[in-house]
Structure formats: structure tokens, C-alpha cells
């Protein structure tokens, strides 16, 4: 049991004394809970477990994640921060984290700053919040104007040639994590995430994969790959989480990599609804009788809220999950100062937390991600990136999508 809360307390009582509480609760599938009156009136009727439990989801998991939200506020606010010294120069650090480890990662950087003699300024809100304030950062922002480290996932930030390809073109930014080889799982005879160029540097993965709700399949086929999901019998049963801006750009790409544009037609034809992870995890669980999507195509991380007993399985695609990379991008000409902090963020120590707290594979050789030989991994790869503008093709993408799914983009 924790110290700050029980899971048999009522839900109003619990978001009183935590009020950070209410948007991650939210976020994760009690948008009710933004309603102060609903709060107010159903919050003191219902108890923490209970409600966890109405939507199938982990307590014991959700309460972890609940207490690692109020200890970090309880050290300082849970925005961005700023440790300043007076001895060097600036460093200044951008992007956005993923929302289940975003707190651990922050502690984390909080108490090796505290050792540090650079004045260094991070602004890394939550991956939920979008990348829109980061992308017309870098749109507005000269060379030296630039951070000096983004970390943050982004196919259509980074890989825009009109947004960070400029930049990479003219060589501000190279590779300094100085690994000559990654993680097994990301460097082997069928992927491999370092970058030839020396430019992009990789340090974890968000793997989407999917579930199948086995009470609506009838006589079809059981799903196991990719190229399953794109078959006609599938039309009108696929949620996507189309809110994840990233990772949405991430099963596209992929699609159009490996099945071109008449894989993307099929997807967008067998579209069910665009949802966020956590309402694909309760519709996931509706029962037969219910409008529910038989397929639900999600971050991985997700799939461990989901009981093994129950009708709904999970699957790791037979050619691999579709990867959406977390990028660390240095800035080359601030390699002397920056030098000591990307060698911590890139280290078997936050390794191990993108792997174990977030089941975010880590890049980083030395880490165990827990992963089996079979769970592979796909992403269109080096050679396609460099030589296609990326931007063009997700924009051309989403317009095949959007036509054929009529118009849900």
C-alpha cells in the first residue's frame, strides 16, 4: 500500500488532495472527470479500484503511475524546469516524453542535474500534449536559435525536409552517442537504427502492435499480421490511434513502405474509428453485443492493461511491430558542453526505464529489454528515409487514408 492513498478510497476524495491527478485520470479514459460537477457527485460514489476495474483496467498498474505523479509534484512542479549555475553556458533541451514514464525520466534528470556545473533548461511536457509548439519552434527559429538537444519522437518533424531536414542537410546536428552498435533487437541482419550518415541518433522505440477482440470474429481468420489487417473481410472493425499524431505517421509510413498506396486504401477502408490508447482499451473489452472494434491497433504498452483470460488477444505482428523511434538529436558544434548529458541520456541506466516502466525497447546495447527472439521489429529503414522526403509522403498518405476511410483524419 502506498502513502498517499488507497485504492478503496472514493475517486473525488483522491483528486481533492491530488489535483494533478485529474488529467492523467482523464487522459486515460475518465474524461468525466474534467466535469467538476461529475467529479463532485458520481467521484463520491465510486472508489478508485472499483472504477479501475468497470473499465478492465490494471489497479495495481494505474495506482504505480498515480503515485509516481504525486511524488513528483510533491518535488516541484511537474512543468518545465530550469537549474541554473553561473559558471558556463546555457544548454538548452526540447521535445516531448511519453506519457508512462515521463515522471520516472524526469526524476531521473532532476537528481543527476542537481551534480552538474552547466546551466541547463529543459522544456519536455508530456507526449500527449502534440509537438505542434515544437514544429513552429524549429519553423521560426535560425540555426543558432536552435536547441542544442531534442529528444522526442517525430517521422514528421524530424524526417521534414522542409523542418529538420534543412538543418541535418547542413550538418548542425550529427550522432555523438558514440555506440558503434545498438541493442541486438534494433542492429541485426533485418533492421538496424544507426544512422549511416552519422546524422539522427535513436535511443528507445514506441512498438505499436495489436489486439484482436476474439467475440467478433466469427468465421474469419485469426489476424497475425500486417498484411492481414489490410484484407476486405476486415472493412469497418479497425480503431486507430489517430490522436498519437506520431504513431499513426508511423503505421502509414510503414504501410506504404511495404504495400505502397493501395495498402494505405485498404487501411483506411477497413477503419473502424480513430481512437486515444486508453478508450481502445475499454471499447476493446466491450462485450459481443456492443459496437466495439474487432482489431485495435496500439502502442504496446497498452496491451499490458489487458487480461490474458478474457476475449481480446494480443498480437505481435508476424513481420514485426511498426516502430515509431525516440529520436536524440545533439547539436554538433555544442558537442564540449553538451557531451556529458547525452552520454546520460542515452545510458543503460534510462535504458532501463524506457524498457521496464514504459515497455519502450531501449537501443542502448547493454539494456535487456525483455523481449523474445520473435518479437521483431519493421520501420521503412535508412536507405528509404535519405533518399524520399518523408513529409511529402505522409501528407499524401493521409489524403489516400482520409479518402478512403471517408474522411476520418
Known amino acids: 500500500m502506498n502513502p498517499y492513498f488507497s485504492l478503496s478510497d472514493k475517486v473525488y476524495d483522491v483528486t481533492e488532495r491530488y489535483p494533478e491527478l485529474i488529467d492523467w485520470l482523464a487522459e486515460n479514459g475518465f474524461e468525466n472527470l474534467r466535469n467538476d460537477v461529475m467529479r463532485k457527485t458520481i467521484g463520491r460514489t465510486i472508489s478508485l479500484e472499483t472504477a479501475f476495474r468497470s473499465k478492465e483496467l490494471s489497479p495495481e498498474l494505474l495506482e504505480k503511475q498515480m503515485v509516481e505523479i504525486i ?145 467478433l470474429l466469427g468465421e474469419r481468420a485469426f489476424p497475425k499480421s500486417w498484411s492481414d489487417l489490410l484484407k476486405p473481410e476486415f472493412a469497418d472493425t479497425i480503431a486507430l490511434p489517430m490522436q498519437d499524431l506520431d504513431l499513426f505517421n508511423a503505421v502509414l509510413l510503414n504501410i506504404y513502405n511495404n504495400f505502397g498506396e493501395a495498402g494505405i486504401s485498404s487501411l483506411g477502408k477497413n477503419l473502424y474509428a480513430g481512437m486515444h490508447p486508453s478508450e481502445m482499451v475499454k471499447s476493446a473489452k466491450q462485450k459481443k453485443s456492443e459496437q466495439a472494434p474487432l482489431i485495435t491497433i496500439m502502442p504496446y504498452f497498452f496491451t499490458c492493461m489487458i487480461d490474458e483470460k478474457g476475449p481480446i488477444k494480443a498480437v505481435w505482428p508476424e513481420e514485426g511491430a511498426i516502430i515509431s523511434p525516440i529520436f536524440l538529436l545533439t547539436k554538433t558544434s555544442s558537442q564540449k558542453k553538451i557531451q556529458p548529458l547525452v552520454d546520460f541520456l542515452f545510458s543503460k541506466e534510462l535504458g532501463e526505464l524506457f524498457c521496464l516502466d514504459g515497455k519502450f525497447p531501449s537501443t542502448h546495447p547493454q539494456v535487456n529489454n525483455g523481449l523474445s527472439p520473435e518479437q521483431k521489429f519493421i520501420w521503412p529503414g535508412w536507405d528509404f528515409i535519405h533518399s524520399h522526403d518523408i513529409g511529402k509522403i505522409l501528407a499524401k498518405s493521409r489524403l489516400i487514408f482520409s479518402k478512403a476511410s471517408g474522411g476520418i483524419i
Request: charged share 30%; net charge negative; aromatic share 8%.
Open 71 to 215: 511524488q513528483k509534484k510533491c518535488q516541484k512542479d511537474d512543468s518545465a524546469s530550469v537549474i541554473q549555475h553561473t559558471d558556463s553556458d546555457v544548454i538548452n533541451v526540447a521535445g516531448v516524453l511519453p506519457c508512462p514514464i515521463r515522471v520516472q525520466l524526469l526524476e531521473k534528470l532532476d537528481n543527476w542535474l542537481e551534480n552538474q556545473k552547466d546551466d541547463i533548461k529543459y522544456e519536455l511536457p508530456a507526449a500527449s500534449m502534440g509537438i505542434e509548439w515544437l514544429r513552429e519552434s524549429i519553423e521560426k527559429s535560425k540555426t543558432d536559435e536552435l536547441a542544442d538537444i531534442y529528444l522526442s519522437a517525430g517521422f514528421s518533424l524530424f524526417f521534414d525536409k522542409h523542418i529538420m531536414g534543412r538543418h541535418m542537410d547542413a550538418g548542425i546536428f550529427s550522432d555523438l552517442t558514440g555506440e558503434k552498435k545498438l541493442n541486438a533487437h534494433f542492429d541485426n541482419n533485418e533492421i538496424d537504427l544507426k544512422d549511416p550518415l552519422r546524422r539522427y541518433s535513436i535511443i528507445g522505440a514506441v512498438p505499436a502492435v495489436f489486439m484482436v477482440n476474439t467475440e
